[in-house]
Each structure stands twice: as C-alpha cells, then as structure tokens.
C-alpha cells in the first residue's frame, strides 16, 4: 500500500518538476503561470493534455515537440525526473504512512514540499538571468510566517530566532521596494541576504552553516575554474572579478536541499 503512495508522490514530483520548468520561463517575463495554456516554444502550437505527461510523453515522443518535431531540451526531462526523486526522498525523510496517518508528519511533508519547490524556482530563475525574483521571496515570507505560526502553536517556544530571521526578511524587502536598489548593483545582494534568511528558517542552524559554507566552496570552484580558462586564452585577467556573473542563489538552493535530505538520512 505505501509503495503506492510513493509512487504517487514520485509522480507528483514530477509534475512539479514539468511546473517549474514554465514557472522559471514565465516568471521573469510577468507572465501568468496557472492559466495559460503551454505551448512549444518553436512552432507555438497549444500542447495537448499526452503532450504534458511528464517523462512519459518525452520517451513516447522522442525527445521531439509532436507537432513540429523540434528537439525539446533533455534538461526539462531531467529536471522531471530529479524533481520527483527529491519528493520521493522527503517523503521518506518525514516517513509518509497510510497505515499510521500521522497529521502532524503530513503537515510538515507538504510545508517542506512548497518549501523546496520553491527554491526550485528560485534557483531556476536565477541560473537564467542572475537575479532573485522579488515575487518569489513575497511567497517565501509567507510561506515563513506560515511555518512559524504551525511550529509556534505545535511547540509553543524556540522560535524567537527565527522571528528575527523573518523581521530582518521583512525589513530588507521593505528597503528594497523603496530606496536600496539605487545603491546595490540591481540589489542582488538583498535578494540573496533574504534568500539566505529564508533558508535559515527552513532549515535549523546545522544544514543552514552547513548550506553557507558549500555555496561558498562552489563559488570558490567555480572562480578557479573561470580563472584558469582566462589563463588559457592568454587574456591575463584583464576583466574585473566584479565584473563575473554567478548565480550564486542558485549555488545556495541546490546546495541546501541536498544538505537537507544528506543531514536529515545521517541525522547529523
Ligand atoms: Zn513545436
């Protein structure tokens, strides 16, 4: 009976996964994500409902759009099927059970799902255009304060750090909306300082240190890696290093969700 119930939410995961993938195209332009129809990017014909089965209708069709035979990229696959394997995992994180409905488990299943997702978007978002989506963090705030309240009521204490976490999240977009953003290069930089908040709400101090210091070996990596293609191309360093562009939300949002699933299985 179980094996059914995770075979559901894998599916659902990779629902998901085929949402966020329109979600990261749409967002960015200001366009609507639940009503509009989907249709290929190359031929704009409408998608059919086999057309949107995730992984399914990708293998059926080849990999190409069935109506004008444009590839379509194998990432959105993968990216469906990475999708569902992680709700797979936080699914058994929380120990999902039909024959123990445990509502408290459920609740934070489903908290912990919107969550991640999430940071999906985010990151997606972030890896095309280098930039934290304001929209997105209004929803991460709420989703916050959501939290707090249902962990507040459950365990009526040991949230006040995590209030400050959510006022200090609250002031910095107040500030962006209104005068920040004339100081800050496109104030990037508060965009991160709230994503960094928000993570540390979600995820406790352990994985959240743990979060910090990854993204910032993954930075470190990836100047090395920038550094010694500069040198290869004999361009000794002429560009600024202020002048590269790295998604570096989307460095902390990968590495926080593996750091959530790795701690959480260890019970580190
Ligand atoms: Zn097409």
């Known amino acids: 009976m179980n094996i059914i119930i995770y075979g559901l939410i894998f599916i659902i995961g990779t629902l998901f996964g085929s949402f966020f993938t329109l979600a990261v195209y749409r967002i960015p332009l200001g366009e609507d994500i639940l009503y509009k129809h989907s249709f290929c990017p190359n031929c ?33 696959l993968l990216l469906e099927v990475l999708s569902g394997v992680v709700f797979l995992l936080v699914a058994l994180l929380f120990d999902v059970n039909v024959m123990i409905v445990n509502t408290k488990m459920v609740i934070y299943f489903l908290f912990y799902i919107l969550y991640i997702s ?20 209004v929803f991460a705030l709420i ?22 976490y959510l006022v200090c999240m609250i002031l910095l977009l107040i500030a962006d909306a209104f005068s ?7 104030s990037y930089t508060v965009g991160i300082l709230a994503l960094s908040l928000y ?21 470190g ?8 293609k500069e040198r290869k191309k004999k361009k000794i360093t002429t560009i600024a290093r202020d002048d ?16 959530i699933l790795i701690c959480n299985f260890l019970n580190v």
């Open 221 to 228: 990596i990836r100047m090395i890696i920038i550094d010694i």
């Open 180 to 186: 920040l953003k004339k100081y800050l290069q496109k």
């Open 118 to 137: 999430s940071l999906f978007i985010i990151a997606g978002i972030d890896k095309e255009n280098i930039t934290i989506q304001r929209s997105l963090l």
């Open 143 to 164: 989703l916050s304060l959501c939290y707090m309240t249902y962990v507040y009521i459950l365990n009526n204490s040991v949230i006040y750090t995590y209030i400050i």
């Open 44 to 76: 704009k014909a409408k998608l059919t409902f086999t057309d949107l089965i995730p992984v399914v209708s990708y293998i059926a069709l080849g990999g190409k759009c069935s109506h004008c035979g444009e590839k379509i990229r194998i990432r959105y």
């Open 199 to 219: 993570i540390m709400i979600f995820s406790g101090p352990t994985v959240s240190y743990l979060t910090i210091i990854l993204t910032l070996i993954i930075i």
């Open 244 to 259: 590269i562009k790295m998604p570096i939300g989307f460095y902390l949002c990968v590495s926080n969700i593996l750091l």
